[in-house]
Nanobody, 120 residues
Framework: QVQLVESGGGSVQAGGSLRLSCAASGQIYCMAWFRQLPGEEREGVAAMTTVGGSKWTDASVNGRFTISKDNAKDTVYLEMNNLKPEDTAMYYC????????????????WGQGTQVTVSS
Protein backbone atom coordinates (compact mmCIF):
# COMPACT_ATOMS: atom_id res chain seq x y z
CA GLN A 1 0.00 0.00 0.00
CA VAL A 2 1.22 3.49 -0.86
CA GLN A 3 2.00 5.76 2.08
CA LEU A 4 2.30 9.53 1.79
CA VAL A 5 4.00 11.75 4.37
CA GLU A 6 3.55 15.51 4.07
CA SER A 7 5.47 18.36 5.64
CA GLY A 8 6.22 22.04 5.18
CA GLY A 9 2.99 23.76 6.14
CA GLY A 10 2.91 26.76 8.42
CA SER A 11 1.85 30.36 8.87
CA VAL A 12 3.23 33.17 6.73
CA GLN A 13 2.39 36.74 5.85
CA ALA A 14 0.92 37.64 2.49
CA GLY A 15 3.63 37.74 -0.13
CA GLY A 16 5.68 35.10 1.62
CA SER A 17 6.68 31.64 0.47
CA LEU A 18 6.42 28.04 1.63
CA ARG A 19 7.67 24.75 0.27
CA LEU A 20 5.56 21.67 0.86
CA SER A 21 7.05 18.19 0.62
CA CYS A 22 5.43 14.81 0.09
CA ALA A 23 7.46 11.64 0.53
CA ALA A 24 5.91 8.58 -1.04
CA SER A 25 6.47 4.88 -0.58
CA GLY A 26 5.35 2.35 -3.14
CA GLN A 27 4.98 2.53 -6.89
CA ILE A 28 3.21 5.65 -8.14
CA TYR A 29 2.49 7.08 -11.56
CA CYS A 30 1.12 10.48 -10.60
CA MET A 31 1.39 12.75 -7.57
CA ALA A 32 -0.60 15.88 -6.92
CA TRP A 33 -1.46 18.61 -4.45
CA PHE A 34 -4.98 19.54 -3.40
CA ARG A 35 -6.36 22.09 -0.97
CA GLN A 36 -9.55 22.25 1.02
CA LEU A 37 -11.43 24.55 3.37
CA PRO A 38 -13.86 23.18 5.96
CA GLY A 39 -17.21 22.38 4.38
CA GLU A 40 -15.92 22.84 0.85
CA GLU A 41 -14.81 20.47 -1.87
CA ARG A 42 -11.22 19.41 -2.19
CA GLU A 43 -9.75 21.18 -5.22
CA GLY A 44 -6.70 20.35 -7.28
CA VAL A 45 -3.73 22.71 -7.25
CA ALA A 46 -1.02 20.92 -9.21
CA ALA A 47 -0.14 17.45 -10.48
CA MET A 48 2.70 15.72 -12.25
CA THR A 49 3.67 12.31 -13.54
CA THR A 50 6.56 10.67 -11.74
CA VAL A 51 7.91 9.36 -15.04
CA GLY A 52 8.01 11.76 -17.95
CA GLY A 53 7.56 14.90 -15.89
CA SER A 54 4.28 16.13 -17.37
CA LYS A 55 2.73 18.85 -15.20
CA TRP A 56 -0.63 20.53 -14.69
CA THR A 57 -1.36 23.55 -12.52
CA ASP A 58 -4.70 25.12 -11.68
CA ALA A 59 -5.31 28.62 -12.97
CA SER A 60 -6.00 29.85 -9.45
CA VAL A 61 -2.29 29.71 -8.62
CA ASN A 62 -1.33 31.14 -12.03
CA GLY A 63 2.44 30.84 -12.00
CA ARG A 64 2.87 31.40 -8.26
CA PHE A 65 3.09 27.70 -7.42
CA THR A 66 5.42 25.12 -8.93
CA ILE A 67 5.26 21.36 -8.56
CA SER A 68 8.49 19.43 -8.89
CA LYS A 69 10.05 16.06 -8.13
CA ASP A 70 13.33 15.01 -6.57
CA ASN A 71 14.83 12.70 -9.16
CA ALA A 72 16.80 10.80 -6.53
CA LYS A 73 13.82 9.80 -4.40
CA ASP A 74 10.04 9.51 -4.43
CA THR A 75 9.36 13.01 -3.15
CA VAL A 76 7.35 15.80 -4.74
CA TYR A 77 7.37 19.45 -3.73
CA LEU A 78 5.02 22.37 -4.03
CA GLU A 79 6.87 25.68 -4.11
CA MET A 80 4.42 28.39 -3.17
CA ASN A 81 5.44 31.99 -3.80
CA ASN A 82 3.63 35.30 -3.38
CA LEU A 83 1.13 33.66 -1.07
CA LYS A 84 -2.25 35.31 -0.66
CA PRO A 85 -4.82 35.03 2.15
CA GLU A 86 -7.09 33.09 -0.23
CA ASP A 87 -4.41 30.40 -0.41
CA THR A 88 -5.14 29.54 3.22
CA ALA A 89 -6.31 25.92 3.35
CA MET A 90 -5.44 22.41 4.37
CA TYR A 91 -3.13 21.08 1.67
CA TYR A 92 -3.11 17.38 0.81
CA CYS A 93 -0.71 15.27 -1.15
CA UNK A 94 -2.30 12.62 -3.35
CA UNK A 95 -1.10 9.77 -5.55
CA UNK A 96 -2.51 7.33 -8.04
CA UNK A 97 -1.33 4.51 -10.27
CA UNK A 98 -3.08 5.68 -13.42
CA UNK A 99 -4.21 9.01 -14.75
CA UNK A 100 -2.98 12.43 -13.71
CA UNK A 101 -5.61 15.12 -13.27
CA UNK A 102 -6.71 17.86 -10.90
CA UNK A 103 -9.82 15.93 -9.91
CA UNK A 104 -9.86 14.38 -6.45
CA UNK A 105 -11.81 11.36 -7.68
CA UNK A 106 -8.80 10.30 -9.74
CA UNK A 107 -6.67 9.60 -6.67
CA UNK A 108 -6.43 6.47 -4.57
CA UNK A 109 -3.97 7.56 -1.88
CA TRP A 110 -3.88 10.64 0.32
CA GLY A 111 -1.62 12.20 2.89
CA GLN A 112 -2.83 13.47 6.24
CA GLY A 113 -2.81 17.12 5.20
CA THR A 114 -0.70 20.07 6.24
CA GLN A 115 -2.15 23.45 7.16
CA VAL A 116 -1.13 26.59 5.28
CA THR A 117 -2.24 29.89 6.77
CA VAL A 118 -1.54 33.21 5.06
CA SER A 119 -2.09 36.37 7.07
CA SER A 120 -3.04 39.66 5.43
Amino acid sequence: QVQLVESGGGSVQAGGSLRLSCAASGQIYCMAWFRQLPGEEREGVAAMTTVGGSKWTDASVNGRFTISKDNAKDTVYLEMNNLKPEDTAMYYCAATYRGCTLRASSYKFWGQGTQVTVSS
